[in-house]
C-alpha cells in the first residue's frame, strides 16, 4: 500500500512539473495539491461566475435564449390565469359559408348571403353583428379587423358605429416597412367613411386601438404594452400624443380604466392557457343564423353584459403568433388579445427584478457553488448536492411566479452552479482518466456499441465508403389510435418496450441499430465491417424480433391489443455508409435509394396485411432455404424496376402455410399468364380458406384487370401509393 501512495505522488509531482512550463504562478504550483486546491476552486468558481455576469451583462443572445427557453417552460408549467367568463371570441372560422344555411334562415336574415360569398365581405356583415350584439346587451363590441380600403356596406357599418359609438372598438396597424433612407413606420388606419379623422389626431377617437402586438427579439411573445406616445412609434403622430392599444381602449369603456398600466413600457402578462383551451370561438355564422341565436345564444343573452371580440380565427387569415406555448400550435392574434384583456382584468402582470437584482441572483449562485465545492468533497454525494439545490431553486421560482408574481432568472443561475461545481469536480478527477472517458462517452453518443468496439480497433473504417448490406426495416402500426388510448405517458412506454425487444433482436445477431424515427426502426448488418452472412443474421434477428413482439402482446390490455400491429421488411443492395450530420451532431450511418426502397416494402406489409416480406435479393443471399412464397411482382411508388416480395416462414405463419404457398403459387401462375378470372376464383378460395391477405388482394385485382384488361401484361404491378 505504502508502494502504492509513492506512484500516485510521484505521478502529481510530474504533472505539476510538465504544467510549470507553461503557468506563470510558481509559487502556487510548488503548494501541495491539498493546499492548492482552495484558491484553484476559487479561481474556478470564480471565473464561470464572471464570464456569464459579463455575458449577461452585455445581452449575449443565446444566453438570453436559454433563460426565454426557461421562462416560457415555467410559464406553461405554472399557475395560469383564471378566465373571465365575461371575455367571448366571436370567431371568423372560414373565408365563406357554402351551404351552412337553410332557405327560411336566408330568408330571415338576408345578410347571411354575404357570407356565402368570399372573404372579405360586405361591412354590412359586421353592421348587422354589432347591431345583434348591442341589441342583446353586450357592453363592449372589439372587432380586431382594419377596415382600411373602402368597400361594399361601408355605410351601414358607419352608422353602426356611430349609434354604438360609446360601446365599439375598432383596430388600425402600425405599419413598419423598409426605404432606401431605412425604417419607417406608418398608420393603417380605417377608411375615411367609418371613421372621419379628427383635427387633433388621426388615432384621437375612443373607438380605434392599435391591434398590434411586439414579441420579444426571439419572435415569441411574453410582453404586451398598452400605450405608446408618439415618438415611441416613430413620430408618425404629433408627440403629445398618446396612442392607445385595442385591449386599452376595450378596458375603458368596459369601465376599468384602472386596470391599465399607468406606464409607457410592455410588461409580462399571465396567459389563460395553450392556443384553443382558453377561448373557443363562437361562429359568426352562428351568430347571425336565427336559428342558432335563438337556440345556442338565448336569443343573445349569452353575450350581456360582456365583451366580444371579433375577429379571424381560422389558419387561412394567417394572424397567428409564437408564443411560450407555441408548440406544437401558434396562438391566433384575437385569442390573444383576450389573453391580454383577462390579465389585465385579474391584474396578472408577473413582475421582473431589476437588472442589478439578476446579476445578484448570478453572482450568488457562484458563490453557492464553491461552498459546495469546500463543503462536500466526495463526487457522488456533490452532484446530488448540485442536482438538489437545482431542483430547490426550480421550485423556489415556481412558488414566486406562482404566488408571487416575481419571475427570477432561471436557466442563467443553474448554469453557473452546475458549470463550477462540475468544472471543479472535472479537476478533482485524474486528468488522463478523464480525457479516456471524455473521448469513450462522446463517440458512445453516436455510435451503436458494436460501431464504437470498430472504430476504436479500427479508425479508418469509418471513412465514407460503399458498402453491400442487409436491412431490416420495421414500423409500429396503428400509432395515432394508441396514443389516443394510452396517452404520452402510457405511449412512451408502449415504445420502450417495443424497441427493447427489437433492439434485443437486432443486436443478438451483431447488427447495428441505425435509428429510432418516431414508432419506426431501421438496422443494418454489412457495415462498418463486411458480414457474408449479413443475410441470413437479419432473417434470424426477423424472427426473434417477431417472437418477442408476438411476447409482449399478451402483456397488453385488450383495448389496446386491438390496435397493436407491426410489420417488418428485409431487404439489401449497395448503400453509402460514413458519418453524416453537422459540426454539432454526427451520426454514423447508411445514405442510398436502397434504404428508402426498404421502406416502401416495409408499408406494403401492411398493404398486403402480412407480417413479413422479404425483396428476392435478400431470398438470394439466405444461406440456407425455407419454405416460402412469391406474394407479388411490383414497381413501388417513385421506382421504374420492378421488386419480387416473398414472404418466408416465420413464428406468425399459418399453419397450413406449405399448403398455402402451393395453392397460391398456382394462383399466381395463372395471374401472371393474364388468366384473371381462372386466378381470381383461386385467390377467392384462398382468401376464405385461409383469411390470407395477398390472396384478397389479388383477388380484388384480378376482377379489376378482368373488367379493364391491360394492353400489354407481363406480370408486373404497378403500385401508385407508398
Same mark, same amino acid.
Given at each position: 500500500?505504502?508502494?502504492?501512495?509513492?506512484?500516485?505522488?510521484?505521478?502529481?509531482?510530474?504533472?505539476?512539473?510538465?504544467?510549470?512550463?507553461?503557468?506563470?504562478?510558481?509559487?502556487?504550483?510548488?503548494?501541495?495539491?491539498?493546499?492548492?486546491?482552495?484558491?484553484?476552486?476559487?479561481?474556478?468558481?470564480?471565473?464561470?461566475?464572471?464570464? =456569464?455576469? &459579463?455575458?449577461?451583462?452585455?445581452?449575449?443572445?443565446?444566453?438570453?435564449?436559454?433563460?426565454?427557453?426557461?421562462?416560457?417552460?415555467?410559464?406553461?408549467?405554472?399557475?395560469?390565469?383564471?378566465?373571465?367568463?365575461?371575455?367571448?371570441?366571436?370567431?371568423?372560422?372560414?373565408?365563406?359559408?357554402?351551404?351552412?344555411? #337553410?332557405? !327560411?334562415?336566408?330568408?330571415?336574415?338576408?345578410?347571411?348571403?354575404?357570407?356565402?360569398?368570399?372573404?372579405?365581405?360586405?361591412?354590412?356583415?359586421?353592421?348587422?353583428?354589432?347591431? $345583434?350584439?348591442?341589441?342583446?346587451?353586450?357592453?363592449?363590441?372589439?372587432?380586431?379587423?382594419?377596415?382600411?380600403?373602402?368597400?361594399?356596406?361601408?355605410?351601414?357599418?358607419?352608422?353602426?358605429?356611430?349609434?354604438?359609438?360609446?360601446?365599439?372598438? &375598432?383596430?388600425?396597424?402600425?405599419?413598419?416597412?423598409?426605404?432606401?433612407?431605412?425604417?419607417?413606420?406608418?398608420?393603417?388606419?380605417?377608411?375615411?367613411?367609418?371613421?372621419?379623422?379628427?383635427?387633433?389626431?388621426?388615432?384621437?377617437?375612443?373607438?380605434?386601438?392599435?391591434?398590434?402586438?411586439?414579441?420579444?427579439?426571439?419572435?415569441?411573445?411574453?410582453?404586451?404594452? =398598452?400605450?405608446?406616445?408618439? #415618438?415611441?412609434?416613430?413620430?408618425?403622430?404629433?408627440?403629445? @400624443?398618446?396612442? !392607445?392599444?385595442?385591449?386599452?381602449?376595450?378596458?375603458?369603456?368596459?369601465?376599468?380604466?384602472?386596470? &391599465?398600466?399607468?406606464?409607457?413600457?410592455?410588461?409580462?402578462?399571465?396567459?389563460?392557457?395553450?392556443?384553443?383551451?382558453?377561448?373557443?370561438?363562437?361562429?359568426?355564422?352562428?351568430?347571425?343564423?336565427?336559428?342558432?341565436?335563438?337556440?345556442?345564444?338565448?336569443?343573445?343573452?349569452?353575450?350581456?353584459?360582456?365583451?366580444?371580440?371579433?375577429?379571424?380565427?381560422?389558419?387561412?387569415?394567417?394572424?397567428?403568433?409564437?408564443?411560450?406555448?407555441?408548440?406544437?400550435?401558434?396562438?391566433?392574434?384575437?385569442?390573444?388579445?383576450?389573453?391580454?384583456?383577462?390579465?389585465?382584468?385579474?391584474?396578472?402582470?408577473?413582475?421582473?427584478?431589476?437588472?442589478?437584482?439578476?446579476?445578484? &441572483?448570478?453572482?450568488?449562485?457562484?458563490?453557492? /457553488?464553491?461552498?459546495?465545492?469546500?463543503?462536500?468533497?466526495?463526487?457522488?454525494?456533490?452532484?446530488?448536492?448540485?442536482?438538489?439545490?437545482?431542483?430547490?431553486?426550480?421550485?423556489?421560482?415556481?412558488?414566486?411566479?406562482?404566488?408571487?408574481?416575481?419571475?427570477?432568472?432561471?436557466?442563467?443561475?443553474?448554469?453557473?452552479?452546475?458549470?463550477?461545481?462540475?468544472?471543479?469536480?472535472?479537476?478533482?478527477?485524474?486528468?488522463?482518466?478523464?480525457?479516456?472517458?471524455?473521448?469513450?462517452?462522446?463517440?458512445?453518443?453516436?455510435?451503436?456499441?458494436?460501431?464504437?468496439?470498430?472504430?476504436?480497433?479500427?479508425?479508418?473504417?469509418?471513412?465514407?465508403?460503399?458498402?453491400? @448490406?442487409?436491412?431490416?426495416?420495421?414500423?409500429?402500426?396503428?400509432?395515432?389510435?394508441?396514443?389516443?388510448?394510452?396517452?404520452?405517458?402510457?405511449?412512451?412506454?408502449?415504445?420502450?418496450?417495443?424497441?427493447?425487444?427489437?433492439?434485443?433482436?437486432?443486436?443478438?445477431?451483431?447488427?447495428?441499430?441505425?435509428?429510432?424515427?418516431?414508432?419506426?426502426?431501421?438496422?443494418?448488418?454489412?457495415?462498418?465491417?463486411?458480414?457474408?452472412?449479413?443475410?441470413?443474421?437479419?432473417?434470424? /434477428?426477423?424472427?426473434?424480433?417477431?417472437?418477442?413482439?408476438?411476447?409482449?402482446?399478451?402483456?397488453?390490455?385488450?383495448?389496446?391489443?386491438?390496435?397493436?400491429?407491426?410489420?417488418?421488411?428485409?431487404?439489401?443492395?449497395?448503400?453509402?455508409?460514413?458519418?453524416?450530420?453537422?459540426?454539432?451532431?454526427?451520426?454514423?450511418?447508411?445514405?442510398?435509394?436502397?434504404?428508402?426502397?426498404?421502406?416502401?416494402?416495409?408499408? %406494403?406489409?401492411?398493404?398486403?396485411?402480412?407480417?413479413?416480406? @422479404?425483396?428476392?435479393?435478400?431470398?438470394?443471399?439466405?444461406? #440456407?432455404?425455407?419454405?416460402?412464397?412469391?406474394?407479388?411482382?411490383?414497381?413501388?411508388?417513385? $421506382?421504374?424496376? *420492378?421488386?419480387?416480395? %416473398?414472404?418466408?416462414?416465420?413464428?406468425?405463419?399459418?399453419?397450413?402455410?406449405?399448403?398455402?404457398? !402451393?395453392?397460391?403459387?398456382?394462383?399466381?401462375?395463372?395471374?401472371?399468364?393474364?388468366?384473371?378470372?381462372?386466378?381470381?376464383?383461386?385467390?377467392?378460395?384462398?382468401?376464405?380458406?385461409?383469411?390470407?391477405?395477398?390472396?384478397?388482394?389479388?383477388?380484388?385485382?384480378?376482377?379489376?384487370?378482368?373488367?379493364? *384488361?391491360?394492353?400489354?401484361?407481363?406480370?408486373?404491378?404497378?403500385?401508385?401509393?407508398?
Amino acid at each position: 500500500m505504502k508502494q502504492l501512495s509513492t506512484r500516485i505522488e510521484l505521478s502529481r509531482l510530474e504533472g505539476m512539473n510538465r504544467l510549470s512550463l507553461y503557468c506563470p504562478l510558481p509559487n502556487l504550483l510548488t503548494m501541495k495539491p491539498a493546499k492548492r486546491r482552495p484558491l484553484i476552486v476559487l479561481a474556478i468558481c470564480a471565473a464561470c461566475t464572471l464570464v =456569464f455576469v &459579463i455575458l449577461w451583462e452585455r445581452g449575449f443572445v443565446p444566453l438570453q435564449q436559454v433563460e426565454f427557453f426557461a421562462q416560457d417552460w415555467q410559464t406553461r408549467l405554472g399557475r395560469k390565469t383564471d378566465p373571465d367568463d365575461r371575455l367571448v371570441l366571436v370567431g371568423i372560422d372560414k373565408p365563406v359559408y357554402d351551404s351552412d344555411f #337553410s332557405d !327560411e334562415e336566408l330568408q330571415r336574415e338576408p345578410v347571411l348571403r354575404n357570407l356565402q360569398k368570399s372573404f372579405p365581405w360586405s361591412r354590412a356583415v359586421w353592421a348587422r353583428v354589432i347591431e $345583434k350584439l348591442a341589441g342583446a346587451g353586450t357592453k363592449v363590441i372589439a372587432i380586431d379587423l382594419v377596415f382600411a380600403s373602402s368597400g361594399d356596406g361601408d355605410d351601414e357599418l358607419h352608422q353602426a358605429l356611430e349609434k354604438y359609438k360609446d360601446r365599439i372598438v &375598432i383596430g388600425y396597424n402600425i405599419n413598419t416597412g423598409k426605404s432606401e433612407r431605412g425604417e419607417f413606420r406608418e398608420l393603417l388606419l380605417p377608411n375615411a367613411t367609418l371613421v372621419p379623422e379628427t383635427a387633433k389626431s388621426p388615432v384621437a377617437d375612443d373607438r380605434l386601438g392599435y391591434v398590434n402586438v411586439w414579441p420579444d427579439f426571439d419572435d415569441t411573445l411574453r410582453r404586451t404594452g =398598452f400605450r405608446q406616445t408618439g #415618438s415611441q412609434v416613430g413620430d408618425i403622430v404629433p408627440e403629445g @400624443v398618446i396612442l !392607445e392599444s385595442l385591449d386599452a381602449r376595450v378596458l375603458r369603456k368596459f369601465g376599468r380604466a384602472d386596470a &391599465i398600466p399607468a406606464d409607457f413600457n410592455p410588461r409580462l402578462f399571465r396567459y389563460t392557457a395553450p392556443p384553443d383551451y382558453g377561448y373557443r370561438p363562437c361562429p359568426v355564422g352562428d351568430i347571425l343564423s336565427p336559428k342558432l341565436w335563438e337556440k345556442t345564444y338565448a336569443n343573445g343573452k349569452a353575450f350581456e353584459g360582456k365583451i366580444v371580440l371579433i375577429g379571424p380565427t381560422a389558419e387561412i387569415f394567417h394572424d397567428e403568433h409564437n408564443t411560450p406555448f407555441t408548440d406544437p400550435k401558434q396562438m391566433g392574434g384575437p385569442e390573444i388579445h383576450l389573453q391580454i384583456l383577462n390579465a389585465a382584468l385579474h391584474g396578472e402582470f408577473p413582475r421582473e427584478p431589476s437588472q442589478s437584482a439578476r446579476l445578484f &441572483i448570478i453572482a450568488l449562485s457562484g458563490g453557492i /457553488a464553491t461552498a459546495l465545492c469546500f463543503v462536500i468533497r466526495p463526487p457522488g454525494k456533490r452532484l446530488l448536492g448540485v442536482v438538489g439545490l437545482g431542483a430547490g431553486y426550480l421550485f423556489t421560482a415556481k412558488l414566486l411566479f406562482d404566488h408571487a408574481g416575481l419571475v427570477v432568472p432561471l436557466a442563467v443561475p443553474l448554469m453557473v452552479l452546475m458549470v463550477g461545481s462540475l468544472t471543479v469536480l472535472s479537476y478533482d478527477f485524474v486528468l488522463e482518466r478523464l480525457e479516456r472517458m471524455k473521448l469513450r462517452n462522446t463517440m458512445g453518443l453516436y455510435f451503436s456499441p458494436r460501431v464504437l468496439e470498430a472504430v476504436l480497433a479500427d479508425p479508418g473504417s469509418m471513412e465514407p465508403r460503399r458498402a453491400e @448490406v442487409t436491412l431490416l426495416l420495421t414500423d409500429l402500426r396503428n400509432s395515432t389510435p394508441l396514443a389516443e388510448v394510452l396517452g404520452p405517458q402510457g405511449m412512451f412506454e408502449l415504445l420502450n418496450r417495443v424497441f427493447e425487444a427489437q433492439t434485443h433482436a437486432i443486436m443478438g445477431e451483431e447488427g447495428n441499430l441505425e435509428h429510432f424515427l418516431g414508432d419506426q426502426f431501421l438496422s443494418y448488418w454489412g457495415a462498418p465491417q463486411t458480414q457474408p452472412d449479413a443475410a441470413d443474421r437479419a432473417r434470424r /434477428a426477423a424472427i426473434q424480433l417477431i417472437t418477442a413482439m408476438e411476447q409482449l402482446r399478451p402483456t397488453l390490455t385488450p383495448e389496446v391489443q386491438k390496435w397493436f400491429g407491426y410489420g417488418v421488411a428485409l431487404h439489401s443492395g449497395n448503400v453509402l455508409v460514413g458519418n453524416k450530420g453537422s459540426a454539432r451532431r454526427l451520426d454514423y450511418g447508411l445514405v442510398g435509394d436502397t434504404v428508402n426502397e426498404a421502406a416502401r416494402i416495409e408499408s %406494403l406489409t401492411k398493404y398486403y396485411g402480412v407480417r413479413m416480406l @422479404v425483396s428476392s435479393v435478400t431470398f438470394a443471399r439466405f444461406g #440456407s432455404g425455407c419454405t416460402h412464397r412469391l406474394v407479388d411482382r411490383v414497381i413501388v411508388k417513385g $421506382k421504374s424496376e *420492378p421488386v419480387e416480395l %416473398l414472404e418466408c416462414e416465420h413464428p406468425c405463419m399459418h399453419a397450413n402455410f406449405q399448403e398455402l404457398s !402451393e395453392r397460391y403459387q398456382s394462383a399466381y401462375a395463372a395471374y401472371a399468364a393474364g388468366r384473371f378470372g381462372e386466378a381470381r376464383e383461386q385467390f377467392e378460395v384462398l382468401a376464405r380458406d385461409f383469411s390470407d391477405g395477398p390472396s384478397k388482394i389479388l383477388s380484388a385485382r384480378c376482377a379489376e384487370l378482368k373488367e379493364n *384488361p391491360p394492353d400489354a401484361w407481363n406480370g408486373i404491378w404497378k403500385l401508385d401509393t407508398k
